[in-house]
């Protein structure tokens, strides 16, 4: 069965940064897009990045600059480094992974998601 497994969150004071990883199985995980996506609290769930199999990436404006999405192909692994974090960057984040193709946002167009991990910035 498909299991995507996120780790790495926690709580950081504004200004730093944090790796967040996505551990994926039952998957051939090199053909998937990947992406990254996150939800504060009573807000709809927010796309953040997107890795496609061939490594283009594409970022929501708010994290461009300070966020990197990457992948390692030979461990089924997902990265996304954050640096520069700021209280609007407080949520859940959960990594998804779809085989459609082009440059997906859109959180239905993911089959398979994790079941996040928290993020939290004091500032």
């Known amino acids: 069965q498909v299991q995507l497994v996120e780790s790495g969150g926690g709580l950081v004071q504004a200004g730093a940064s944090l790796t967040l990883s996505c551990q994926a199985s039952g998957i051939t995980f090199r053909y998937y897009t990947m992406a990254w996506f996150r939800q504060a609290p009573g807000k709809e769930r927010e796309f953040v990045a997107t890795?496609?199999?061939?490594?283009?990436?594409t970022y929501v404006d708010s994290v461009k600059g300070r966020f990197t999405i990457s992948r390692d192909n030979a461990k089924n692994t997902l990265f996304l480094q954050m640096n520069s974090l700021n209280a609007e960057d407080t949520a859940v984040y959960y990594c998804?992974?779809?085989?459609?193709?082009?440059?997906?946002?859109?959180?239905?167009?993911?089959?398979?998601w994790g079941q996040g991990t928290q993020v939290t910035v004091s500032s």
């Open positions: 890795i496609r199999p061939g490594g283009s990436t």
């Open positions: 998804a992974a779809t085989q459609n193709s082009g440059t997906i946002t859109t959180p239905q167009l993911y089959r398979y």
